[in-house]
Structure formats: structure tokens, C-alpha cells
């Protein structure tokens, strides 16, 4: 798979492509299509080439390959970044770089499955850059994203909604779900809106005072 980038604009989507459980070739496709920068974590290097996309930056801190160089050969110019800071995940640094190059909206694919304990720090990735730019995680059955604190949302009757808190959000109203909320809390662990789903075709509104509260779109 080669990537034609349509765009070259930081106000389009760049793309990270993290080191879990790849994606399906059709979503993948889709999201390279409108990408002006693709960033590909080092964990994830080979595999990425091994699909032949196309890539502008490698990132990481090259624990696991030293020479990455003499896998780029073929792909110049592309940017190799070398970010040993143990304090951040690669994720986070990737982040970092993309919205200090004025790359507000990233898509991030692979960064779910394989290794549970990372695919729960990177969906909490998501709410702790809430409000630094717009970030959205896919997989093959999901699309992930932290919500506003006032959102609508225009969806297909019975279009499965999870609200999952990322630690306690207080303040939830919601209209248009099977399951509405009038100013009620959620705390990870104890009560989340997981497996709701819109009551009709038409527009549902989301609403919280305090926390962070991702919107799972998800699909069998």
C-alpha cells in the first residue's frame, strides 16, 4: 500500500500509526487518503513498511531498533526523531511534536489491542490532551474521541454510544439516548455509560460539567 497525500495543510488530520493490533487495510486507506503528515512509532516501523505506505516521520526512542536508517533508505525524506524521555510514552511524545507543528486534529491508528495496558493508556492519552486539539483513536470496531463539554451529534437509530469517564465526570445530561441522563455522574470503576445507543435517527446532545468524558462509537 502506497499513500498519496492529497494535502499538504496543517489544518487537515495528521496520522500517528502506534504499535498495536493493526487496523483493516479499507480503514487504513481511508485515513492515509486525507493525511499531510503520517508519523509512524518505532515499535511499529517494519510492519509499516512491510505495507509500503508512505511515511514523513519515524519517532521513538529506538529500544528495540538502533539503525532505523538503513529502513528508510528508499522512503527519503523522512524524519527520524529520537525521543528517549522515559517519563512519556511514544504516544504522547508523538502527540507532542505534531501539536507544536500546529497539527491540531490527529488521527491515531493500532493503538488498541494486543497489550491491555497499553490500550488503556492510550485511550487516557486522549483525555489528557482534551484541550490542546482534537484527537480521535480508531480500530475496526470503534472510533474514539473526548468530548466537548457540550456536544450534538447527528445519528442512524440504534448506532451503539459508549460514555466512558476517565476517572469521575459530574454533571451528565444527555437527550436522544435509549438510556437518557439528567445531571448525573460517572466514575471509571464504578458506573459508566457503556452499550447506550441513539433512541431514533436524529440529533443527540451530551452535555457535562467537570472531568473528561470520551464518546465510543463502536460497531460488532
Known amino acids: 500500500m502506497s499513500s498519496h497525500h492529497v494535502v499538504r495543510d496543517s489544518q487537515e488530520p495528521a496520522l500517528i500509526i502506534a ?5 483493516s487495510y479499507a480503514l487504513l486507506a481511508q485515513l492515509l487518503e486525507w493525511s499531510p503528515i503520517v508519523m509512524v512509532l518505532d515499535g511499529a516501523l517494519q510492519r509499516v513498511l512491510e505495507l509500503g505506505i508512505k511515511i514523513d516521520i519515524v519517532l521513538g526512542d529506538f529500544d528495540r531498533e ?3 536508517e538503513q529502513y528508510l533508505l528508499h522512503q527519503q525524506p523522512v524524519e527520524i526523531i529520537h525521543t528517549p524521555d522515559q517519563n512519556k510514552t511514544d504516544l504522547e511524545k508523538g502527540i507532542d511534536l505534531l501539536l507544536g507543528r500546529n ?3 490527529i488521527h491515531i491508528v493500532w493503538a488498541t489491542g494486543r497489550r491491555a495496558d497499553h490500550t488503556i493508556n492510550n485511550m487516557s492519552t486522549l483525555a489528557a ?6 484527537l480521535v483513536m480508531y480500530d475496526d470496531y470503534s472510533k474514539v474521541y473526548c468530548l466537548p463539554h457540550s456536544f450534538d451529534k447527528w445519528y442512524v437509530a440504534g448506532t451503539p454510544i459508549s460514555l466512558i469517564p476517565m476517572g469521575k465526570v459530574t454533571g451528565v ?3 436522544g439516548l435509549k438510556y437518557n441522563m439528567q445531571n448525573e455522574s460517572l466514575e471509571l470503576g ?3 455509560g457503556s452499550s447506550n ?3 431514533a435517527d436524529g440529533t443527540v446532545k451530551i452535555s457535562y460539567q467537570t472531568g ?3 464518546m465510543m462509537e463502536c460497531w460488532d
Open 103 to 105: 497539527h491540531k486534529a
Open 212 to 214: 473528561a468524558l470520551l
Open 129 to 134: 490532551y482534551k484541550d490542546k486539539g482534537v
Open 66 to 68: 538502533h539503525h532505523p
Open 173 to 175: 445530561s444527555t437527550e
Open 190 to 192: 464504578l458506573r459508566t
Open 197 to 199: 445507543e441513539a433512541a
Open 19 to 23: 504499535n498495536g493490533e493493526a487496523c
